[in-house]
C-alpha cells in the first residue's frame, strides 16, 4: 500500500467521525508493532497538510519483556522529529512471575493504558490515538457477541472523563492485510513480539473465525464491518459520512 492511499483512508476516519480539533495535541500509543508504526506515519504525514492544525508525539509502554528492542522506534521518531517517550514498567513481572496469570490479556491491557494514559497526560496532550483497524473492530464485535451477548465494539472515538482525554483509531477503515503491505513496502522496524500468549488468546480465536467465515462466505468481513458501522452501538460518536475529501495531498 502506497503512503498516499494509507493517508487518504486515514483522513476519512479523521473527518467522519471528526477525530482532530485545531490545536490538538496527540500521543500516538507505540506498542512497536506494525499498526501502531503505521499510525505514526499516518498522522506524521497528515499533519503536513490537515487543515486543523496539530501537534504529535509519540509514547511506549515498556512492559519489560526480556530482550524487548525499542531501539529502532527511537530512531525512526527521531527521523520524523516526533518526540518519543518510553515509560518503564514492571508489567511483564507482576503478570508472569508474581502472579502466573494463565490468562493475562485483560489485566495486562488494564495496566498497560492505565500507565499510558497517565505518560499522556504529563506530556501535555489531549488526545491519544491507538492502532487499531478494521481487523480489531470486528473480531472485538465477534468476541462481545460470543461471550457477552451483546452487540458491542471498541468505538473510533471515546471520551475519558476521569483523565479528560480523548482517544481516537484513526485507523478504522484499513484492514490488516493494508498494513501488512504498507509495513512490507516502506520496512517498518517493527519490534519482535514478545509475549509468551501471543497465538493463544480469545483475540486470536476470534482473528482465525473471521478468516474461516469470510473464506466461507465471501464478503461476510466487510458486511460485519458494515453492520458495526450502522448499529447504533451506544457510546458511539455520529458519523458526518460525506465530510471526506477526495482531494489528495500534494
Not at 461471550?147 to 484499513?174: A, C, N, Q, W
Not at 458519523?239 to 477526495?246: S, V
Request: proline residues 5%; contains cysteine.
Amino acid at each position: 500500500m502506497q503512503l498516499q492511499r494509507l493517508l487518504s483512508i486515514t483522513r476519512k476516519a479523521v473527518d467522519e467521525y471528526r477525530m482532530i480539533q485545531e490545536g490538538d495535541h496527540i500521543a500516538v500509543g507505540i506498542s512497536g508493532g506494525k499498526d501502531s508504526l503505521t499510525l505514526l506515519y499516518a498522522l506524521h504525514g497528515l499533519k503536513r497538510f490537515y487543515p486543523k492544525h496539530f501537534e504529535l508525539s509519540a509514547v511506549t509502554v515498556d512492559l519489560g519483556f526480556p530482550d524487548f528492542d525499542l531501539e529502532p522506534v527511537r530512531a525512526l521518531c527521531a527521523d520524523l522529529q516526533v518526540p518519543y517517550r518510553i515509560v518503564d514498567s514492571d508489567i511483564y513481572h507482576i503478570l508472569f512471575d508474581l502472579r502466573r496469570e494463565s490468562n493475562p490479556c485483560s489485566l495486562c491491557a488494564k495496566m498497560r493504558k492505565g500507565a499510558l494514559n497517565q505518560a499522556v497526560k504529563e506530556m501535555g496532550c489531549n488526545k491519544v490515538a491507538y492502532g487499531h483497524h478494521m481487523d480489531d473492530i470486528i473480531e472485538t464485535m465477534l468476541l462481545s457477541l460470543i461471550f457477552e451477548g451483546r452487540f458491542h465494539s471498541f468505538s473510533p472515538k471515546t471520551y475519558l472523563d476521569r483523565m479528560d482525554l480523548t482517544v481516537i483509531r484513526p485507523l478504522m477503515f484499513l484492514g490488516e492485510a493494508d498494513i501488512v503491505g504498507f509495513q512490507n513496502k516502506y520496512q517498518l522496524p517493527a519490534a519482535e513480539k514478545k509475549c509468551p500468549v501471543d497465538g493463544y488468546t480469545k483475540r486470536q480465536y476470534a482473528k482465525e473465525l473471521v478468516l474461516t467465515l469470510n473464506q466461507e462466505h465471501p464478503g461476510a468481513r466487510e458486511r460485519m464491518f458494515r453492520a458495526v458501522l450502522s448499529g447504533n452501538i451506544q457510546g458511539w460518536p455520529e458519523r458526518f459520512p460525506n465530510t471526506h475529501r477526495k482531494k489528495q495531498p500534494e
